[in-house]
């Protein structure tokens, strides 16, 4: 009551107002700026350290010297790969924590990671697929395979569509199925175990441009449906009564979100392996800065997502000269911690 | 009629909770649904705000089946406001008002200058102007649910179905929700169903009383017709009085004590009649 009283009855900011919209511009810009700096080191930096100069020559009119072709054949690809990856997991992990309110899931939980993992051993193995370009498609087909059957599995329980519960319950159930599967087969074959472990560890390095135009479409779908998806994951989060109350046909949406979370993580775990841990992280980052409204959650954590990946990558390529860390690997190094003390400082948000 | 109930038969899986029953909703009438836990009040509520699909009989909103009726124009005509709703941690009061407009909105159009007025007129209505951008979460009991009903009144229906609005709240806090919903009522002339537990307040905030048992209506009416000493005890077991309420003048309870379960009372009257 003191509060009311104190407060002057001035109309308070809401949407539309001039301070909120000056906020998201900063927020905006400021998102924009962290990702193009993170670009441009992604250009410059690395076992061969390129400065400013070269990479913008090389970008802009190369003429074939070494710093040309080190820019553009090898750190262009990487980084394109390495943007596209991180937006992906950043927004699908906004959306599994939306859909399933629960601020601890990533989007590796239908079952996506383990479903790719699973047929690019298979695919290794029974039919000697060795270069990275064979098996993405492998990989792909596999997370979403994963997925459907992790969804028609939720579905079981009732006729209402599957509730965020039975959906985790499949997927970490086809997960640990599948897990078992591939821990089988790369035991029998050399072969697929060397790929595999690589895979596991995720990474952004060695991939070429035609990874970027395989995985491209499948992102850019993934991105559109996550757009769609928003506005109903916003009514969603008030709870699947006042959902339906509203409007919103709740069995749709969460398909729409299943579908958006499959073909974003299945194409970013298929290019780069295992990197789920960014998908759990980066909506943590995101929400201070967007609050619960998922309009603006999803493309914060898209910005955060590809950010975070590409200064994981080039901290990795620093720290062990002449050698290389893995993204994932200095990802989960960093990250961990970083989560830990997140998590420590301020309660884990109740979604 | 402008909600109707027609030999309606409820349940969750297998389980009926509700059997042949039939209600109907006048408009402009605030209608109370009272009877003890698990009479399936809630149930009915759900079915009647289309949230619960039937597995027999139809509800009509204005005469057409309302599981027909595309769920987004059903949200414009019929509100409904679950018992105990959550809101994700953050979410500030305006926020949580703007979401009522989600049936008014598109993909291409997210908010609009009618949209704007219909979240002032409705935080204005429930007097929550100023806590606008405070988050839900830092409000008492009281005023959060009356933010939730404030949302339920900024998506614009004649019509607010509202489960339990007073749970949880003192009795300061469930007069104040009450007297809003008279308002509602008598201001903007919404038709309002609820559930509710205290009898007393049922009976001063009501135009329509419906008591259930065992998914059956027992009796509906006017308070003062419906609230009586047979009916409490056929009801909820329970042996009262019935007095007039000295201030709104309504039948006022006032327990003696619960009677033995009707099924047992029965055959007790049995034996009796057999000796």
Redesign the interface.
Known sequence: MS??TI?A?T??????STVLRARRSLVVSGLLALLLVAVLLSLAVGAKPVPPGDVWHALTGATGTENDIVVRSLRVPRTAVGVMAGIALGVAGALMQGHT?NPLADPGLLGVTQGAAFTMALAIMTLGVTGLYGYIWFGLAGALAASAGVFALGMVG?PGGPTPLTLALAGTAVSAFLYALTSALVLLDQQAMDVFRFWQTGSIAGRGAETVVQVLPFVAVGLLLAL?NA?GL??L???E??A??????VALTRAVGVCAITLLTGAAVAACGSLAFVGLMVPHLA?PLS???H?WLLPYSGMIGAAALLLADVAGRVVARPGELEAGVVLALLGAPFFVALVRRRKP??? | MRLRAVDVKLGYGDRVIVDGLDLGIEAGTVTTIIGPNGCGKSTLLRALGRLLKPSGGEVLLDGKRIDRMPTKEVAKILGVLPQAPTAPEGLTVADLVARGRHPHQTWYRQWSSGDELAVNEALSMTGLLDLGERPLDELSGGQRQRAWISMALAQGTDLLLLDEPTTFLDLAHQIEVLELVRRLHGELGRTVVMVLHDLNLAARYTDHLVAMRSGKVVAAGPPAEVLTEDLLAEVFDLAARVIEDPVAGTPMVVPIGSLPATGERARRNGALLKD
């Open positions: 509060t009311a407060t009855r109309p308070s900011p809401r949407r539309g309110r009732g769609v506005p916003n009514a989060a008030l709870g009564d006042v339906r109350s509203l409007g919103q046909n929400r609050g619960p409204d309009r948000v109740r979604l």
